[in-house]
Structure formats: structure tokens, C-alpha cells
Nanobody, 123 residues
Framework: VQVSESGGGSVQAGGSLRLSCAASGGTGADYPMGWFRQASGKNREFVAMINWRGQRTRYADSVRGRFTITRDNAQNTVHLQMTRLTPEDTALYYC?????????????????WGQGTQVNVSS
């Protein structure tokens, strides 16, 4: 499974960005997919995930209410709509694909990763 992210960029605090992730090379519609991020000098952390049916989602406390994860199984894509961005959201955002049932928040549970897309939020 190949995973690729897009949609990163630079915005001012309070702004919005939409990240997209495409999975190819497998039956992508069967995979749960998640977003993780890694800020400079920090460990990678969970942001959001969605199960393969798209009816179950989980969010990190720091983004709940501001970020929304959705998926389009016909296109094998997942989107992360990010609103009310703050400088603390600045990080390299990774998309990850898992091979499990249910919801998982730990990065070691995910098998396939993209290269990441950079998000910079200025104050």
C-alpha cells in the first residue's frame, strides 16, 4: 500500500487547511486511516483516525472540535479539515493506514505511512 499526503502549507493563526491522503496498491476502502503529526523536537503524536466504514472517528483532545476527518472510499482518500489553527498545530503531518478492525490511536498499530506534509501556522 502506497500512501501520499497533500494539502499542507502556511497559514496565519485562526486560518484553515485541508489535508488529503490517498492510499493505493491495496483494497484501500477496507483500511482504517489516521493522521499523526510531529513538531520539531517532539515525538510523533496521534491527531485523528477513521475506521474503514467511516462511521467511527477519534480525535486527540488538542484538536477535537477544530479538526474533522472524513473519507471517500470510492476514491480511497481521507481528508483532514483543520480549522482555527494555532501555532501549536505547526508540524509535519503524516497519514497512516492500518490493517485492523475498530479504532486505534497508537502509531505502532499502523502499517503504512506517507512521507508527510508540512503545516506551518504563524501567529
Amino acid at each position: 500500500v502506497q500512501v501520499s499526503e497533500s494539502g499542507g502549507g502556511s497559514v496565519q493563526a485562526g486560518g484553515s487547511l485541508r489535508l488529503s491522503c490517498a492510499a493505493s496498491g491495496g483494497t484501500g476502502a477496507d483500511y482504517p486511516m489516521g493522521w499523526f503529526r510531529q513538531a520539531s523536537g517532539k515525538n510523533r503524536e496521534f491527531v485523528a483516525m477513521i475506521n474503514w466504514r467511516g462511521q467511527r472517528t477519534r480525535y486527540a483532545d488538542s484538536v477535537r472540535g477544530r479538526f474533522t476527518i472524513t473519507r471517500d472510499n470510492a476514491q480511497n482518500t481521507v481528508h483532514l479539515q483543520m480549522t482555527r489553527l494555532t501555532p501549536e498545530d505547526t508540524a509535519l503531518y503524516y497519514c497512516a493506514v492500518g490493517v485492523f478492525d475498530g479504532v486505534r490511536l497508537i502509531e505502532s498499530e499502523y502499517d503504512y505511512w506517507g512521507q508527510g506534509t508540512q503545516v506551518n501556522v504563524s501567529s
